[in-house]
């Protein structure tokens, strides 16, 4: 089955870094556009980034733009959110999420069209 496996969450102080990881298992992992969301308590969950099945194109949300990197390593099945500059605002839990798509189709903001998701990590930073 798959399985959307996420580490590297913590309690961190503002403008510090963390680097969250994601394992994908039992699913082809190129054929899949990759996203990170989150959901902070009481609000809705919301889009962070994704990147598209090769690696190239990367996209974010506004709020984490400049700050925060996606990345991919297809040998790995690993998708990556490298986090700078954090800030309390970012506190939240984390998903990774596998989009099904063709390999030119754009990287959707929606969480209703992804197809896997993982169990979640909380990040927590303190001003």
């Known amino acids: 089955q798959v399985q959307l496996v996420e580490s590297g969450g913590g309690v961190v102080q503002a403008g510090v870094s963390l680097r969250l990881s994601c394992a994908a298992s039992g699913l082809t992992f190129t054929y899949y556009t990759m996203g990170w969301f989150r959901q902070a308590p009481g609000k809705e969950r919301e889009f962070v980034a994704g990147?598209?099945?090769?690696?190239?194109?990367?996209v974010y949300a506004d709020p984490v733009k400049g700050r925060f990197t996606i990345s991919r390593d297809n040998d790995k099945k690993t998708v990556y959110l490298q986090m700078n500059n954090l800030q309390p605002e970012d506190t939240a839990v984390y998903y990774c999420?596998?989009?099904?798509?063709?390999?030119?189709?754009?990287?959707?903001?929606?969480?209703?069209?992804?197809?896997?998701w993982g169990q979640g990590t909380q990040v927590t930073v303190s001003s």
């Open positions: 990147i598209n099945r090769s690696g190239s194109t990367p």
């Open positions: 999420a596998a989009d099904r798509t063709i390999l030119t189709a754009p990287i959707s903001r929606i969480d209703s069209e992804y197809n896997y």
